[in-house]
Structure formats: C-alpha cells, structure tokens
C-alpha cells in the first residue's frame, strides 16, 4: 500500500469501527435494559425498538450511497454520523419506549455503510482493495467481541443510557476522524455521468454478490438465535461466552492474513471465496450434528473458528470485488444496493431463524442454514476475477482510481 492507502484504510476503519463499537455496546444488554422502561413488558415493542434500526439502516443505504456520487463522499459521511450521534443521544434522553423506538430509528437513519465502502474503493487500487476491505471488516469484527466484553460491565455502571451517550460520542469521534484524518476525496466533476439504481441492477455480477451478502448475514444472525443457548448448554455461563468468541476472532484475522491475501495476488480469488463459502456450510452440517448429538464446548469452539475464518474471507472480499465491478460514477450507487441487501439478510436471518428455533429447533436451523449456503456455493459458482495484469491496467498508484467495469 501507498503512504495514501495506509491513511485511507485506517481512517475510514477508524469511522466504522468507532460507529459499530457504540452500536454493539448497547446489543448484548439491550432487551435487559429496555424491559425497564415504560412500556418495556411488551416484547414485541421491545423487539421493535431493537429491529428499527436494521429497518431504516435498510431503506436509506441506496439514498445515501447515491447521494455521495451525486454530492461527495464526506458530506454524506458526516451527515450521517451526527444523525446516528442525533439518534444515540434522543434514545439516552427517552422517558418511555415509544422514545426510544425513534432514538433508534434516528440512529439507523445515519446509513453510511455505502458512503464509507465507496470512499476507500476511491482511495485504493484494485490489487489492494481486499486488504483495505479486510481492514475494515476486521476492526468490525473486533469491535464486535471487544462489545461482548465491556457491555454488561459498562451497563452496571451507567445504564442503558449512558451507553446510548456513549454511542453518540463515538459518532462525533468518527466525525472528526472524517474532518481531520480522511484523506482527501477524488473531486466531483459537474460534467461526469451519474449512476443510478438500474444501472447497478442490470449488472448480473453485481447482482450475484447482492443475493451473496445476503445470505453470509441471514445465515450469521440466525445462527446467533440458537448458538448462546449451546455454549450455555455446553456448560459456559452467559457471561464468560466471550471466551469463545474472541480468541476464535482473534485467530481467524491471523487465519485471513496468511491465506487471502497471498492467494489474491497469485490469483486464486475465486477459488479462495468459493472454498469460505463452502466452509461455512460445513460449519453448520456441524453444528447440526453438536445439536442433535449434545454439545461439546471443544466442538462448539473449533466449529465458530472455522466460520469466522470463512466470515472474515467473505467480508473482505465481497465489497472489494463490488467496488472493482462498478463503474466509479455509479460506485455509491451499487454499494448502497449491496449494503441493503446485506441490512435486509439481518432482518431476515433474525425474524426466520427464530420462527426455525421455534418449530424446528436448532437442528431445523442449522439444516436450513446449511441448505442457504450450499445454494449460494451454487449461484458463485460461475464467478469470474480478473488477472493480475487487469488490476494493474486499471489502477494507479498513489491517486484514487476511476473505476472500470470488470467481468466477474
């Protein structure tokens, strides 16, 4: 990476990770706390309260990755970040549950996911977009564990409250890191083309990368509906499951350095991705089988390393190729599909694994999951990367790059 790409990979890893930190934080005791508020014996407010964000994140990703093509990267990056901070401090402020369903809906309303994704595909060449990507997925990741962790210590200390002025303190962090870290954004031409929606949705490729993202996050938030419950049943308080959880992440980073990046630039992509995807669907012929047979802590351990070894290949390598694949006038505009569909596979992962659970157990779960997974092996299978001589003759090296359409 150039001195450009450093700054832009830890800037903008930086912004996620400060945002996704606030949002975790408040997850794990969420339900807890929320019970305690006017109106909180009602499960399914308390449900809507918690869903609303993932709803609105949902509906504004395509508005939001448009607007940064049509009006700079940055603008809607901070826009965003002092809604969600607006959000964070209304959900801290709220006397009853009603509040807090539209503190919550103003956080999600602050969806930069495509803005941020587009900025460092701007900022990077091709051949070290997955890098940057992976950077990005894996400060999420361990933002991710670092949340199980310090939540309940947090939330004994100041409440569900002081989380949520937490939260949006952690906002206007990442807005300053935006201010004053970022670099510089390519500059807007009045005369350049403008993408838009259909553009993004007549491109097959893209496309199966769209029904990709949904998929890896269905299947991981419906596995989360049964997996507590197996640790627990394994023997493992509530309390100490982050003992499994970050030394599996932790590992799985070092697991991704050492494969996905050496084999990207031999140019085994595609073999690297079909082979995650494909581990992750034996992840969860395993976790049916720990189900149906009783669980074993050791097993339980070794089977969500193996899946967050996978996860992490996916997530680096998914926005990377969507990025290389969109033209750059239309690159917000397709991340923000892509970001959707990846906000609607929470949704869908959380409302249909539970109803799984409820009807089928989790070994009717892990079955469907694995069914999901074997599907989407099906549908990559035709992908295509482009060769190492491609990248390079549509790159150069220390300035943000226009994007080309590239067959994938």
Known sequence: MTATERRASASLASIFALRMLGLFLVLPVFALEAAKYPGGDDPARVGLAMGIYGLTQGLLQIPFGMASDWWGRKRVIICGLLLFALGSFVAAWAPDLNWLVAGRSLQGAGAISAAVTALLADSTRDEVRTKAMALVGSSIALMFALSLVLAPLLASYIGLSGLFVLTGLLALAGVAAVLWWAPPEPPLHADRPRGSVMEVLKAPALLRLDFGVFMLHAVQLAMWVAIPALLVGAGLGKD???????????????????????????????????????????????LWWAAWSGPSLGLLALLLFLFFCGFNVLEASQPSMASRLAPAHARGAALGVYNTLQSLGFFAGGAVGGWLTKIAGPEGLFAACAGLMLLWLLVAWPMRTPGRHQAAATSRPAEPLPGQPVKL
């Open 240 to 286: 100490q499951h982050w003992q499994v959880y970050l030394p599996a992440i932790l590992l799985s980073f070092v697991v991704m350095g050492v494969t996905l990046f050496p084999l990207e630039r031999r140019g085994h992509l595609r073999a690297v991705f079909l082979a995650a995807v494909a581990l992750i669907a034996l992840v969860q012929l395993g």
